[in-house]
Structures are given as structure tokens and as C-alpha cells.
T-cell receptor
Framework: AQKVTQAQTEISVVEKEDVTLDCVYE???????LFWYKQPPSGELVFLIR??????QNEISGRYSWNFQKSTSSFNFTITASQVVDSAVYFC?????????????FGTGTRLTVIP | EPEVTQTPSHQVTQMGQEVILRCVPI?????FYWYRQILGQKVEFLVS????????KSEIFDDQFSVERPDGSNFTLKIRSTKLEDSAMYFC?????????????FGPGTRLTVL
């Protein structure tokens, strides 16, 4: 069975600090996909990144970077030089290839508050 | 840029009433989904739909729920007899039929309040 754990329920940082959001997953599939979504106060779900299980390259996009490590089943998300607009709930999610529909299984989310 | 739309944005209903939540997926997408998020909790998968039939459903998606694609553009979620615990944000999502994998794109959600 699949499982996504985001142990950090809430994090507060002061603007311009770096922050890392942790995500640990469990799956029996050898092919799977990992995601991060942002949910701002307005409530919508904003796609940030997808990672395939066979691609362990880390990725950087502006102030965002992701560290995927299969050995520890982790897919952590780092925001560099945080800004107030980064305040949101961030969800890590897993999708297994064995299900043709590729349903998403979400973690419980981490609420990030960036204090000006 | 194409986007998933949902109506209404907020629905208030009395317990026991039927509600229909509507979604218009992105036009060239063929996989459709409903997810639910109870206030302050995680997003939970309800059902996926492909080729005019349910592809997968979760334990939450019991007999009081149904989905339909009544025409070429809409995708609906019906709750037959609402309960207080059905109060939640309901998200519709869609994706293309992939050769590899394609992201699911989410609509803005419908907030359902059952009184």
C-alpha cells in the first residue's frame, strides 16, 4: 500500500530564510511518480513539480529545489530566500504506475508561514 | 492557458438533499478525477473516470456517490443524500491520456457545506 508522510505539520520562518519541507513515501511499485503541490490561502492546488522514480536527478527552479533520494524514500523540497508569498500549505503526493489511472495519494501537508 | 473549471464555487445544502457538483475538464484530456479535502485535512482521492466508466474508486466513494459525463464537456459528481460529514472542498482534476505520464490539473474546487 502507498503512503506519504509529511512529519512537519507547521513551519514558521522569517523572510529570506531558507526552509526545507520533508516528504517520505512508501510504495511497492518500482515505477512511481512524486509531486509537490502548493495550496495558498485561496484554496486552489497549484502543481509545482513531478519526479519519476527512475530519475533521481535533483532539480532547481528559481528559488525552489527538490532532493529526491530513493535510498531513503524521500523527496524533500527547499525554498531558498523565502518570501511572504510562499506562505501556503504544501502537499507531497505519490502516484503509482500500476494503477492505470495514476491516482494521487497526498500527504497531510505542511503549513508554511513566512513572517515579514 | 486551458484550465479546469468547477461550478458552483460554494454550495450550501440541507442534510439529506442531493447535490451535483460540476466540472469542465481541459478539452483534450481524457482522464478525470474527483478528490475531497475536509477542512484542515489532506486531499483524498475519490474516483477516477476514463472512457465513460469508473477506472478506480476509493473506500470513501460509496453508493451515495456517482459520477457522470453527461455530454462532451461536463464531468459531474452527485451525492445522493448528503450527510454532515460530506462538508468539504471537492476538487476535480483532469489529465491527458499519456504515453508517459502527464500531470493532473486541478480545478479551483467547490466548497460544499451541509447543514
Amino acid at each position: 500500500a502507498q503512503k506519504v508522510t509529511q512529519a512537519q505539520t507547521e513551519i514558521s520562518v522569517v523572510e529570506k530564510e531558507d526552509v526545507t519541507l520533508d516528504c517520505v513515501y512508501e510504495t511497492r511499485d518500482t515505477t512511481y511518480y512524486l509531486f509537490w503541490y502548493k495550496q495558498p490561502p485561496s484554496g486552489e492546488l497549484v502543481f509545482l513539480i513531478r519526479r519519476n522514480s527512475f530519475d533521481e536527478q535533483n532539480e532547481i527552479s528559481g528559488r525552489y529545489s527538490w532532493n529526491f533520494q530513493k535510498s531513503t524514500s524521500s523527496f524533500n523540497f527547499t525554498i531558498t530566500a523565502s518570501q511572504v508569498v510562499d506562505s501556503a500549505v504544501y502537499f507531497c503526493a505519490l502516484s503509482e504506475a500500476r494503477t492505470g489511472a495514476n491516482n494521487l495519494f497526498f500527504g497531510t501537508g505542511t503549513r508554511l508561514t513566512v513572517i515579514p | 492557458e486551458p484550465e479546469v473549471t468547477q461550478t458552483p464555487s460554494h454550495q450550501v445544502t440541507q442534510m439529506g438533499q442531493e447535490v451535483i457538483l460540476r466540472c469542465v475538464p481541459i478539452s483534450n484530456h481524457l482522464y478525470f478525477y474527483w478528490y475531497r479535502q475536509i477542512l484542515g485535512q489532506k486531499v483524498e482521492f475519490l474516483v477516477s473516470f476514463y472512457n465513460n466508466e469508473i477506472s478506480e474508486k476509493s473506500e470513501i466513494f460509496d453508493d451515495q456517490f456517482s459520477v457522470e459525463r453527461p455530454d462532451g464537456s461536463n464531468f459531474t459528481l452527485k451525492i445522493r443524500s448528503t450527510k454532515l460529514e460530506d462538508s468539504a472542498m471537492y476538487f476535480c482534476a483532469s489529465r491527458e491520456v499519456p504515453k508517459g505520464y502527464n500531470e493532473q490539473f486541478f480545478g479551483p474546487g467547490t466548497r460544499l457545506t451541509v447543514l
